[in-house]
C-alpha cells in the first residue's frame, strides 16, 4: 500500500515562493494523478491542481494559474507543488493526494493523502 | 463552473441513529462519455487529512464500513450513514472532480 510523505512546514516571506514535496512509500504513483489541495485555517478543501505522470502533464484550477506549478520525477515517487507570490491568503495546510482520473485531465477517487504540509505567509 | 452545495452544514446525530447529508450540483452530473456520476464523499476527522469514502457516485473505498452508502442522480445526491458511530465525526465533503461542496460537521449529540 503506498503511504505519501510530505515535507516539512514552512514559514515564508510575503512574495516569496515555496515547494512542498511529496513522496511516495511503497511503491509509485505512476499509474495514478497526484492531486494537490489546500485548506485555510477553519475553512473547507479548495483543489489547486494536478499532474499525471504517465502523460508528464499538469492541469491547474483557474484561481492558482499563473502562480503555481506541479511537477512529479521521472520514477513517479516523488511529486512537487511550487506556488509563488505568496500572500497572507495563501497560510493554509497544503495536501497531496493519489487519485484517479480522466481524459481531459479531471481527478476523483483521492484515495491516498499525504499528512499535510502547513505553509504560513508572514512579514 | 459547476458548484456543489451541502446541506445541512451541522449535523448533530445520536450515536447508532441515522444520518444523511445532502449535496446538490449547479448542473447534472451525468457523464455522457461513460455514463459514470463521478461524485465522492470525503471524510475529515478531527486533526486528521481527509479520507475518501465513497466514489463514483456509491463505490465503497477500501476499507469504508459498509454502514457508509452514496446514492442519487443528476443533481442530487446523499450520503448515507445507517447507524452513527462516535469515530463518525468529522466534516464531510462531496466533492465532483476537484470542486468540493462546502463541508458538513457531523458531530454526536
Known amino acids: 500500500q503506498v503511504q505519501l510523505v510530505q515535507s516539512g512546514a514552512e514559514v515564508k516571506k510575503p512574495g516569496s515562493s515555496v515547494k512542498v514535496s511529496c513522496k511516495a512509500s511503497?511503491?509509485?504513483?505512476?499509474?495514478?494523478?497526484i492531486t494537490w489541495v489546500r485548506q485555510a485555517p477553519g475553512q473547507g478543501l479548495e483543489w489547486m491542481g494536478g499532474?499525471?505522470?504517465?502523460?508528464?502533464?499538469?492541469n491547474y484550477a483557474q484561481k492558482f494559474q499563473g502562480r503555481v506549478t506541479i511537477s512529479a520525477d521521472e520514477s513517479a515517487t516523488t511529486a512537487y507543488m511550487e506556488l509563488s507570490s505568496l500572500r497572507s491568503e495563501d497560510t493554509a495546510v497544503y495536501y497531496c493526494?493519489?487519485?484517479?482520473?480522466?481524459?481531459?485531465?479531471?481527478?476523483?477517487?483521492?484515495?491516498?493523502w499525504g499528512q499535510g504540509t502547513t505553509v504560513t505567509v508572514s512579514s | 463552473d459547476v458548484v456543489m452545495t451541502q446541506t445541512p452544514l451541522s449535523l448533530p446525530v445520536t450515536p447508532g441513529e441515522p444520518a444523511s447529508i445532502s449535496c446538490r450540483s449547479s448542473?447534472?452530473?451525468?457523464?455522457?462519455?461513460?455514463?459514470?456520476?463521478?461524485v465522492d464523499w470525503y471524510l475529515q476527522k478531527p486533526g486528521q487529512s481527509p479520507q475518501l469514502l465513497i466514489y463514483?457516485?456509491?463505490s465503497r473505498a477500501s476499507g469504508v464500513p459498509d454502514r457508509f452508502s452514496g446514492s442519487g442522480s443528476g443533481t442530487d445526491f446523499t450520503l448515507k450513514l445507517s447507524r452513527v458511530e462516535a469515530e463518525d465525526v468529522g466534516v464531510y465533503y462531496c466533492?465532483?472532480?476537484?470542486?468540493f461542496g462546502q463541508g458538513t460537521k457531523l458531530e454526536i449529540k
Open positions: 463514483t457516485l456509491s
Open positions: 448542473q447534472s452530473l451525468l457523464n455522457s462519455d461513460d455514463g459514470n456520476t463521478y
Open positions: 466533492m465532483h472532480l476537484g470542486t
Open positions: 493526494a493519489m487519485s484517479r482520473f480522466l481524459r481531459g485531465h479531471t481527478y476523483f477517487a483521492m484515495d491516498v
Open positions: 511503497g511503491g509509485t504513483f505512476y499509474e495514478f494523478a
Open positions: 499532474t499525471i505522470p504517465i502523460f508528464g502533464t499538469a
